[in-house]
């Protein structure tokens, strides 16, 4: 079986979709900056399941250098 993630997203219809379809979310370093390191929650208040990407992509069209240290603290 697959599991599907999708990147987050603050639109209530697409959260919606991706919470009835059972996808999960994957979250960044990015993302858990942008939202005080909160639980990511569909709309209607409970927990979504995530995964946590590393964020290297991230850095790397931005030329900036990926801290692996940081990641892991």
Do not use: K, S
Request: proline share 5%; charged share 20%; aromatic share 10%.
């Amino acid at each position: 079986m697959m599991t599907a993630y999708a990147t987050r997203t603050g639109t209530r219809r697409n959260l919606d979709v991706l919470q009835a379809a059972g996808w999960r979310l994957l979250i960044t370093p990015d993302t858990l900056r942008a939202t005080a390191m909160q639980h990511q929650r569909w709309t209607d208040g409970t927990v979504a399941p995530y995964a946590l990407d590393n964020g290297a992509w991230g850095c790397f069209p931005r030329g900036e250098p990926w801290d692996a240290g940081r990641f892991r603290a």
